[in-house]
């Protein structure tokens, strides 16, 4: 039921979305996802650890799978983005994979962004007193050969598919950064992931 402590030091995929992506406002679900109960989970008011546990109970899990620099893309200054990476399971079934983006420019003025270790992002947000700002959510159907999806697909050791992905884009003392959250197929099912 505790966070994990082993956090992988391998460099992780860069975060991407497509330029070409619909990304659409809660507002507009209703529109294009008509599984109440996903649509339920994605219109989940701020962060979703709370959701999650209380859903899965004993069973819930967080795993940090990665936290340093993101890989470098061809003609990217020299110091590099951070990136985090996590996973939320019930038992053995992954519910939810999210990654943080924080630039190197807003690491450098909040650098506790770069060190929040097994705690939840949410966890580390309420420990600091920076002026924390958030963008109201925005949503897209990413397809299974968008970086993000792909690894959560990989993850969660399911076929390849488009997935449903909340992003949001916060500020922490005027410095921005970005949460991107991947909604598994299960999440929330009942009797999905449990003993």
Do not use: K
């Amino acid at each position: 039921m505790a966070a994990s402590d082993d956090i992988a030091t391998a460099a992780a995929p860069a975060a991407e979305a497509p330029a070409a992506a619909l990304w659409l406002p809660g507002s507009a679900l209703n529109c294009y996802e008509g599984d109440a109960a996903l649509r339920s989970w994605l219109l989940t008011p701020g962060l979703l650890t709370q959701r999650i546990r209380a859903a899965a109970g004993e069973a819930y899990s967080m795993r940090v799978l990665y936290e340093g620099p993101a890989a470098a893309a061809a003609g990217v200054a020299p110091a590099p983005d951070h990136l985090r990476e996590i996973e939320m399971r019930c038992g053995g079934t992954l519910w939810l994979y999210a990654r943080t983006r924080v630039p190197a420019a807003t690491l450098a003025v909040q650098p506790w962004l770069g060190r929040v270790g097994a705690r939840t992002l949410g966890e580390a947000l309420g420990e600091h007193d920076a002026v924390l700002e958030r963008d109201p959510f925005l949503y897209a159907l990413l397809a299974a050969d968008t970086p993000v999806v792909a690894r959560a697909c990989a993850l969660a050791d399911c076929a390849p598919r488009a997935l449903w992905v909340r992003r949001s884009a916060f500020r922490a003392g005027g410095a921005p950064f970005e949460l991107e959250e991947v909604f598994l197929p299960d999440i929330g099912r009942e009797g999905i992931g449990r003993p």
